[in-house]
């Protein structure tokens, strides 16, 4: 994962989680075999309860959300073996220190969570490097 900081970007303490979150679901690239080091990141979320298929298939749909062009539209995917899915939504774009930015909107359900999700999380994302990365959780 890269943890690189996005100059001028925010932070909140409290949502340490959170951006782990965000950070393992942006990432560019991801292989399968890593996918399971992030359960512990994915702590307190429906994502908590996903396999490695799940993860996969969360991580693309995140990719797909952001790298899509034309007017913004949800991206959904769904594992109906594991009852698993969720949705992204691009909601605006910005440019923050000269790079590309994108307000995302995501949320995640498994079983023990609700479905459809009652919770959406929006974070801003920037592109440095062809990697989506965290510039503000709030």
């Known amino acids: 994962m890269d943890h690189d900081r996005i100059p001028g970007a925010t932070t909140a303490r409290s949502s340490g989680w959170l951006r782990a979150l965000v950070y393992a679901t942006l990432i560019v690239a991801c292989a399968p075999a890593a996918a399971t080091g992030w359960v512990k990141l994915l702590a307190r979320t429906a994502a908590e309860q996903f396999q490695e298929d799940d993860l996969r ?8 959300a952001l790298n899509a062009a034309g007017p913004p539209k949800t991206v959904e995917w769904s594992n109906p073996k594991n009852r698993t899915g969720g949705s992204f939504l691009v909601v605006g774009e910005a440019t923050r220190s000269g790079l590309p930015c994108r307000r995302i909107k995501f949320a995640t359900y498994a079983p023990g969570y609700p479905n459809p999700p009652k919770t959406w999380t929006t974070w801003t994302v920037c592109k440095v490097d062809d990697r989506w990365k965290v510039a503000d959780t709030k």
């Open 57 to 64: 298939m969360f991580l693309e749909a995140g990719r797909d």
